[in-house]
């Protein structure tokens, strides 16, 4: 069984750094792949981030764009989310996904992400 574990997450001020690692265990698995989703309270999980491994290309939503940098090891299945200047805006758990199958679908798509993980609570504090 597979399983990604996410880590990293805490009470930061705002303006302030986190980086939040996701890393796989379980049996070995290959995607194509992995990106970063967060679900404030009371809100839908949207999109953060994304890589693709095949040309390491990223992908991220505006609301973190020049603030937010994803990265990652596909050999490993894992994947990191670095998170500068944070906002109170930016308080949500923060869930990390692999993309298990190929899709035409742009990888803000939710629903092409096969594997998630449970979640790291990221509060930012005024």
């Known amino acids: 069984q597979v399983q990604l574990v996410e880590s990293g997450g805490g009470l930061v001020q705002a303006g302030g750094s986190l980086r939040l690692s996701c890393a796989a265990s379980g049996r070995t698995f290959s995607s194509f792949g992995m990106g970063w989703f967060r679900q404030a309270p009371g809100k839908e999980r949207e999109f953060v981030a994304a890589?693709?491994?095949?040309?390491?290309?990223?992908y991220y939503a505006d609301s973190v764009k020049g603030r937010f940098t994803i990265s990652g090891d596909k050999s490993k299945n894992t994947v990191l989310l670095r998170m500068n200047s944070l906002h109170p805006e930016d308080t949500a758990v923060y869930y990390c996904a692999a993309r298990l199958v190929p899709s035409a679908l742009p990888y803000q798509r939710q629903t092409t992400y096969s594997q998630w993980g449970q979640g790291t609570q990221v509060t930012v504090s005024s």
């Open positions: 890589i693709r491994w095949g040309d390491s290309s990223t």
